[in-house]
């Protein structure tokens, strides 16, 4: 790790990357299996209830917009978003404004929390033996999804900042944080291939190459930028943390 010392945040962007990733689905995908095992009242189909699961820290906090919606499932088909945001505003857990947007009813805010309540015990099982670095961990994302408000696009701007409770556990903010900022990456993959003159379609369809090298190039400068506002032996100390929590 000492070597990283000298890693700018455009080579530190693709080292922490997939650790964000590993993290952010170790703690989902336990949760999606203990909603499985208990279902929730007031559900929709269960493609919808996933949707409505990925969505929960931006709608606790704040409505969707149909333009942010669509930035966040960029590659999905748009029929089976449409589909989903059906299904939950015919299950009442969501209204829908005449603009479109998305914005949770009563019953929808208590599914939410229940979903929100379980990602926090699912959180503090999970890094149960880490719990004394959670809260250095927590507070360095914490600076990262601020800083990354300034270059994020509109599906950073739908997810972030992440709903957050006086009261949440470390382990739970180190975790929505890290959820949301996926999403600071995902924007900058895409004004990275929007730039090159590509789309949603074409993009999956490139091979390996020179254009697709560029591509990851220019998505790490990108979203390597809030990673600028950590100083080296903090970047360090994240990557670090993060790297030797399980899941």
């Not at 945040?9 to 990733?21: C, G, K, N, Q």
């Not at 033996?129 to 990354?148: E, F, I, K």
């Not at 739908?158 to 995902?186: C, F, I, K, N, Q």
Request: glycine share 6%; aromatic share 4%; charged share 20%.
């Amino acid at each position: 790790m000492a070597d990283l010392a000298d890693v700018s945040p455009e080579r530190y962007a693709p080292l922490i990357a997939p650790v964000v990733e590993r993290l952010t689905l170790a703690v989902v995908n336990r949760a999606l299996a203990r909603a499985v095992s208990a279902p929730m009242p007031s559900a929709a189909a269960p493609d919808a209830m996933r949707t409505l699961g990925q969505l929960r820290v931006a709608l606790l906090a704040r409505d969707i917009s149909p333009a942010g919606l669509a930035a966040v499932y960029r590659y999905r088909d748009a029929d089976e978003v449409r589909r989903d945001v059906d299904g939950l505003h015919s299950a009442g857990l969501i209204d829908l404004a005449g603009d479109g947007a998305m914005r949770a009813t009563e019953r929808g805010r208590v599914v939410l929390t229940q979903m929100y309540q379980v990602t926090a015990e699912v959180a503090a099982e999970l890094w149960a033996a880490r719990d004394a670095s959670l809260a250095v961990l927590s507070d360095l994302t914490g600076q990262l999804v601020q800083a990354a408000l300034a270059t994020g696009g509109d599906a950073y701007a739908t997810m972030a900042p992440p709903y957050e409770t006086t009261d949440a556990s470390s382990g739970l903010l180190l975790h929505t944080r890290l959820s949301v900022l996926r999403y600071h990456r995902a924007d900058a993959h895409a004004a990275a291939w929007h730039s090159a003159g590509l789309t949603s379609t074409t993009i999956r369809q490139l091979p390996s190459g020179a254009a697709r090298d560029g591509i990851e190039a220019d998505t790490n400068r990108r979203a390597g930028m809030p990673y600028a506002v950590l100083n080296p032996e903090q970047r360090i100390t994240l990557l670090a943390g993060l790297a030797a929590l399980p899941g």
